[in-house]
């Protein structure tokens, strides 16, 4: 099974910026990064497959940019222009989710001043 850990979370202000990092313990052909705030549902906020095609949710098209390290499998998320409804915990995960893979911990986004 494929193992994930995501990393890179923190406090920023809005407007700032932040890159997460997703190490994974094998190849996956789409990775996504997923975000779950307290009280709503865990939600796809970027994909990206192993030759480099990307889908965003328009909330974020603009402001974020996802990409991938082959080599080291190893998935990014840059965010910038960061807005208080961004802060959730993120996770890393195949898209689509398999029941294979386990979800990491996460790593939490808070966006305040």
């Known amino acids: 099974q494929v193992q994930l850990v995501e990393s890179g979370g923190g406090l920023v202000q809005p407007g700032g910026s932040l890159r997460l990092s997703c190490a994974a313990s094998g190849s996956i052909y789409r990775m996504g990064w997923y975000r779950q705030a307290p009280g709503l549902q865990r939600e796809l906020v970027a994909s990206?497959?192993?030759?480099?095609?990307?889908y965003y949710v328009d909330s974020v098209k603009g402001r974020f940019t996802i990409s991938r390290d082959g080599a080291k499998n190893t998935v990014y998320l840059q965010m910038n222009s960061l807005k208080p409804e961004d802060a959730a915990v993120y996770y890393c995960?195949?898209?689509?989710?398999?029941?294979?893979?386990?979800w990491g911990r996460g790593t939490q986004v808070t966006v305040s001043l």
């Open positions: 995960n195949t898209v689509p989710l398999l029941s294979a893979t386990k």
């Open positions: 990206i497959t192993s030759g480099g095609s990307t």
